[in-house]
């Protein structure tokens, strides 16, 4: 049994998880818990980052929009722009 880092639960089926750059591992009951103690915040919003974002000079973004709003008009967001054939 490992109790989880961020809730405490005590449970057998814990996920241990180690981060690149980042030293020793956090204990987690759930990925919940998971994301809570290891997804990057958004600068401007807080959100969680659980997909890519977006990055610029050194900053971490949920969305373009953020960014936008931070100053960084060099990132645009193509949404609506994308074509299937």
């Known amino acids: 049994m490992a ?6 639960n ?18 987690y009951d759930s990925f919940e818990c998971a994301i809570a103690g290891h997804a ?5 919003c807080d959100t969680a980052i659980i997909g890519h974002g977006v990055q610029s ?5 949920c969305c373009v929009h953020c ?3 931070a100053g960084d008009r060099q990132l645009i967001d ?6 299937f054939d």
């Open 57 to 61: 000079d050194g900053r971490v973004y």
């Open 10 to 27: 005590d449970y057998k089926h814990a996920l241990l998880i180690s981060v690149e750059g980042r030293e020793g591992r956090g204990v």
């Open 78 to 83: 193509r949404v609506g722009t994308a074509t």
């Open 67 to 69: 960014a936008q709003q």
């Open 40 to 44: 990057p915040r958004c600068t401007i």
């Open 3 to 8: 109790i989880c880092d961020i809730c405490g």
